[in-house]
């Protein structure tokens, strides 16, 4: 059963930071591009971050650039999304997205968000 959990969401302040995972079970998450997504309340939802199978290409949105980090760790089959210097337009729902193909077919998958909110 394939399965992405996102945690490590909550509230900070402004400036702050806050660190999420997302634990991937049942695929070959190795062979999977993995991205953050948002959506805050009343907006579509956004790519944040991008990275590639191996690590060897990241990308990130304009908004989050140079604030955002996105990583993984293959081993523990792992994404992460550091933020930091957090705003309060950063308050949304992040989601975690996983995105290859087995047998030839696309594979697809989210997590199911977990709530990052930014006050004072």
């Known amino acids: 059963q394939v399965q992405l959990v996102e945690s490590g969401g909550g509230l900070a302040q402004p400036g702050g930071s806050l660190r999420l995972s997302c634990a991937a079970s049942?695929?070959?998450?190795?062979?999977?591009?993995m991205r953050w997504y948002r959506q805050a309340p009343g907006k579509e939802r956004e790519l944040v971050a991008t990275i590639t199978s191996s690590g060897g290409s990241i990308d990130y949105a304009d908004s989050v650039k140079g604030r955002f980090t996105i990583s993984r760790d293959n081993a523990k089959n792992t994404a992460y999304l550091q933020m930091n210097s957090l705003k309060p337009d950063d308050t949304a729902v992040y989601y975690c997205?996983?995105?290859?193909?087995?047998?030839?077919?696309?594979?697809?998958?989210w997590g199911q968000g977990t709530q990052v909110t930014v006050s004072s």
């Open positions: 049942g695929f070959s998450f190795s062979r999977y591009t």
């Open positions: 997205n996983a995105f290859g193909y087995s047998f030839a077919v696309a594979r697809d998958y």
